[in-house]
């Protein structure tokens, strides 16, 4: 089974039986050259283990916030359910 992602100018291709993951970008100035990577199951994980880190870091580090030194454990649960909107999920 073949899973496939198709972008503007990228192909994100899963073969389930090779357990290979390819990556295939287009641009029309390199008509000629092949932009292809094929990786095996070893390499795919490494390589998604990498993207999530910086997935991660990116995201964690546009919500951090300056440091405000000791706080309660009930002023940071004030803080949570501010967003009530996030347990949402536990209501049926």
Known sequence: MKIIKQL?????EYDEEAKSFT???????LRDVSNTVKLNKVYA?????FVV?????????????PSRGKESLASLE???????DQ??????
């Open 8 to 12: 503007k100018n990228a192909t994100f």
């Open 23 to 29: 990556i295939s970008g287009e641009h029309p100035a």
């Open 45 to 49: 994980f490494a390589f998604m283990r």
């Open 53 to 65: 880190r910086i997935a991660q870091r990116n995201w964690l580090k546009a919500n951090r916030t």
């Open 78 to 84: 004030e803080e949570c359910l501010e967003h009530s």
């Open 87 to 92: 347990l949402l999920i536990f209501e049926d």
